[in-house]
């Protein structure tokens, strides 16, 4: 008898026939003997709608109340799983995440789990109910107030919970078969992995692989909790992110994103602070930045572009404009229209040439490289958004992942 803890995606309890099949296949592992908790995301685009609603309403940024919306989404599915499971005659019951004890930082939006306190959780199981936790929530014990996670939060709540029960496996059901060698719907030939080390899949996740939300997998790796990806179509074994895989294949998998803009501050004077100062006032209106590229011409002038999320344009563009002013830049450009390509892979830190051969191949389809960034296992490159999709289906036919060390 073990412990486990699924999580099923919207698209997953996107009806009301999707939840009871969910509820099937939840009660009939109850009655094998396992204790399951089961954590939920919204129906379907429940969580896009919301969002829809509240820009008709007010063009305004509201973050407490965003958070009191977007909380709703789980709770509906959470207490339809819940009626579902029980008439399959399996007693089970729904806690929101505060009701769960998941404990937050202040922040909406983009609240950080710190700490979880799973009483009620566990008095559920012991009286042998099926617990639904509402994925996605919590509620910062400071200000009392409900948070959210971020976007694709539920994976976060499902391992993190995994984690604070000590149990057996967290799977994540979702709509494909488990972790790809990149995004099937974009690249047809893509292979689903049988395995991925935590590290590799932080870093696909990281590059946009959104089958996995980056945390979750940070919450995998942190407290070792065997994360299965598996489709909730059927009962075929999907992947299993663990701590090293068998093979460390050079290329494991290609990644996309089109969810950032880049920013440029031109002609700015090259001093010492100048970019502590821009990135201090992002970093204070909490707004992360992933790529930076410096460039110092001659005259002492400087350039520096760096991309941010699309959806905190709004707030990141006036705070660099305000600095770049400050500090008598000559201009700064947004540029909305780019996307990230990227491999990932542990045997590439071995193999010289892996990175090479990207530029390569990217050179061949005439597609210009704005911004690179590596790291020891990732090499990504900042692109026309009209070419991503393109450029990552030409990067999966000229690496072939996952790539043995002889392929290349
Ligand atoms: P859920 O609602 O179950 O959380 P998501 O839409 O968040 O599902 O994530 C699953 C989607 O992730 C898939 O439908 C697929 O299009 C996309 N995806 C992107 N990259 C990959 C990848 N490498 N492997 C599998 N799926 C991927
Ligand atoms: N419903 C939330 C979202 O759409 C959380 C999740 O599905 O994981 O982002
Ligand atoms: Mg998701």
Known sequence: MSLVVQKYGGTSVGDAARIRSVAKRVAERRVSGDSVVVIVSAMGHTTDELIRLSTEVSPHHHPREMDMLLTAGERISMALLAMAIRDEGVEAMS??????????????????????KPMRVVEGLESGKVVIVAGFQGVSPDTKE??????????????????????DVCEIYTDVDGVFTADPRVVPEARKLDEVSYDEMLELAAAGARVLMPRSVEFGKRFNVPIHVRSSFHDRPGTWVKESAMEQAVVSGVAHDTSE?????????????????????????????????????SGGLADISFTVPRDVLGQAVPITREVAAGKKAASVEVDEAIGRVSIVGSGMRSYPGVAAKMFSVLAGAGINILMISTSSIRTSCVIAEARVEEAARLLHAAFQPPTAPGEL
């Open 95 to 116: 806690l929101t995440g505060s009701q769960a004890g998941i404990l937050t930082d202040t922040s909406h939006g983009q609240a950080k789990i710190r700490e979880i």
């Open 146 to 167: 409900i948070t959210t996670l971020g976007r694709g939060g539920s994976d976060a709540t499902a391992v993190a919970m995994a984690a604070a029960l000590e149990a």
């Open 261 to 297: 803009a880049k920013l440029t501050v031109r002609g700015i004077p090259d001093t010492p602070g100048v970019a502590a100062a821009i990135f201090t006032a992002l970093a204070d209106a909490g707004i992360s930045v992933d790529i930076i590229v410096q460039n110092v011409s």
